[in-house]
């Protein structure tokens, strides 16, 4: 069945960066992109930006322009989320998700575990 | 504040009908899907709804769904236990090309 495995909870300072990795398996990597996703403690999912797999295109949220890098590695079909200039709120679990069509318009279908990144001086 | 709109909480007995709604714009459910979220605690999200009123495989036919102009509702017929959640609804969002998802609904089945 479709698994999205991520990477392990990460502590981080303010103004430092932080990469997640989303480790994809059981379909064909290129067919679908992924999104970003996360949450902060107790509060709703807010969407980050989508990379396609096939050629690896972008589109983030306005709100993370400049500070968000999405990157693909077809050979071990993963996807990359680098976040930079962390401040205190970009405290929040981060999931990924596979979109249902290869284009970032379709649903999110798919969920990785989701990983815990804290950021704390 | 989220661009869709939702009610914080609902809650049902295992005897009743339970709905949750969600409102938006011309940008986002005015144009375009609605898609339904269950999040048990502590999990990641799991679609429960795609397209306005489709169910994935799996998902108890208990749960339906619509949408109508800018607005769209959730409704658990006969709500159990292992349906206490938080429920998102999403949508594509035309004005800011991005996902947009509605603040959360905490289900209580009392």
């Known amino acids: 069945q479709v698994q999205l495995v991520q990477s392990g909870a990460e502590v981080r300072k303010p103004g430092a960066s932080v990469k997640v990795s989303c480790k994809a398996s059981a379909y064909t990597f290129t067919s679908y992109g992924i999104s970003w996703v996360r949450q902060a403690p107790g509060q709703g999912l807010e969407w980050m930006g989508w990379i396609s797999t096939y050629n690896g295109n972008t589109r983030y949220a306005q709100k993370f322009q400049g500070r968000v890098s999405m990157t693909t590695d077809t050979s071990t079909s993963t996807v990359y989320m680098e976040l930079r200039s962390l401040r205190s709120d970009d405290t929040a679990v981060y999931y990924c998700a596979r979109d249902s069509g290869g284009n970032a318009v379709y649903w999110l279908g798919y969920w990785g575990q989701g990983t815990l990144v804290t950021v704390s001086s | 504040q989220s661009v869709l709109t939702q009610p914080p909480s609902a809650s049902g007995t295992p005897g009743q009908r339970v709905t949750i709604s969600c409102s938006g714009s011309s940008s986002n459910l005015g144009s375009n899907y609605v898609y339904w979220y269950q999040q048990l605690p502590g999990t990641a999200p799991k679609l429960l709804i795609y397209?306005?009123?489709q169910r994935p495989s799996g998902v108890p036919d208990r749960f339906s769904a619509s949408k109508s102009g800018t607005s769209a509702s959730l409704a658990i017929s006969g709500p159990r236990s292992e349906d206490e959640a938080d429920y998102y609804c999403a949508s594509w969002d035309d004005s800011v090309s991005g996902w947009v998802f509605g603040g959360g609904t905490k289900l209580t089945v009392l």
């Open positions: 397209r306005n009123d």
